[in-house]
């Protein structure tokens, strides 16, 4: 079945780096994506990276992919207080294109 | 184009009455798809369009739950007889058939007392 996991909770300080990690289970999935929610909005989209890569940096966010172990990660270097947000990952189901979302980490950066 | 853009934001209601929500996805991209997002959880998808048709719907859509999109353009979303369990943010988001980028809206937070 579908089901992609996330931590739930990262806590960092103001300049360091925060790493967010997920698992998804399709293996089939083309596409895997990073999306920020701020309290009581949208999602936004910050990132996706196509399953035959293993990298993609943007600007200060860096995404990990490990196809064998189903792991994706989202790094996020001098992580700043606007950083503080729920991050998705998703993976996209390919007959549909519909997202499978985890239920999410709760980013908190300290001063 | 301002992006996706979901009316009403909010949406109070007592419960057994009906709700309309409205999406209109950017103008250009044929794909569009509802989904319900719950506190403390991932958003779930509902369904999805492919310009005016439904292509596919999850079991999470009962028979209370209808979605138009009759030009291919904007969607509706309607809730018959709400109940409580039915409060939650509805997302509405939409695609390019080239792209594989999905924006969302800002949502309709429902509350249903």
């Known amino acids: 079945g579908e089901d992609v996991e996330q931590s739930l909770f990262l806590s960092v300080r103001e300049g360091d780096s925060s790493v967010i990690n997920c698992t998804y289970t399709?293996?089939?999935?083309?596409?895997l994506y990073w999306y920020k929610q701020e309290p009581g909005a949208g999602l936004q989209l910050l990132t996706y990276?196509?399953?035959?890569?293993d990298m993609k940096q943007d600007q200060r966010l860096t995404v990990l992919l490990n196809k064998k172990d189903k792991h994706l990660s989202l790094r996020i270097a001098d992580t700043q207080t606007g950083d503080s947000a729920i991050y998705f990952c998703?993976?996209?189901?390919?007959?549909?294109?519909?997202?499978?979302f985890g239920s999410g980490t709760r980013l908190l950066v300290r001063p | 184009d301002t992006g996706v853009s979901q009316n009403p934001r909010h949406k109070i209601t007592k419960r057994g009455q009906n709700v309309t929500f409205r999406c209109d996805p950017i103008?250009?991209?044929?794909?569009l798809y509802w989904y319900r997002q719950t506190l403390g959880q991932g958003p779930e998808f509902l369904t999805y369009?492919?310009?005016?048709?439904?292509?596919?719907k999850s079991r999470l859509l009962s028979d209370r739950f209808s979605a138009e999109r009759p030009k291919g353009s904007f969607s509706t979303l309607e809730i018959q007889r709400t109940e409580q369990g039915d409060s939650a943010m509805y997302l509405c988001?939409?695609?390019?058939?080239?792209?594989?980028?999905?924006?969302f809206g800002q949502g309709t937070r429902l509350t249903v007392v």
């Open positions: 988001a939409s695609s390019s058939e080239l792209s594989t980028e999905a924006f």
């Open positions: 369009f492919q310009n005016e048709a439904q292509l596919e």
């Open positions: 998703a993976e996209r189901e390919d007959s549909s294109y519909k997202l499978i």
């Open positions: 990276i196509f399953s035959n890569m």
């Open positions: 399709d293996s089939s999935s083309t596409y």
């Open positions: 103008s250009e991209h044929n794909r």
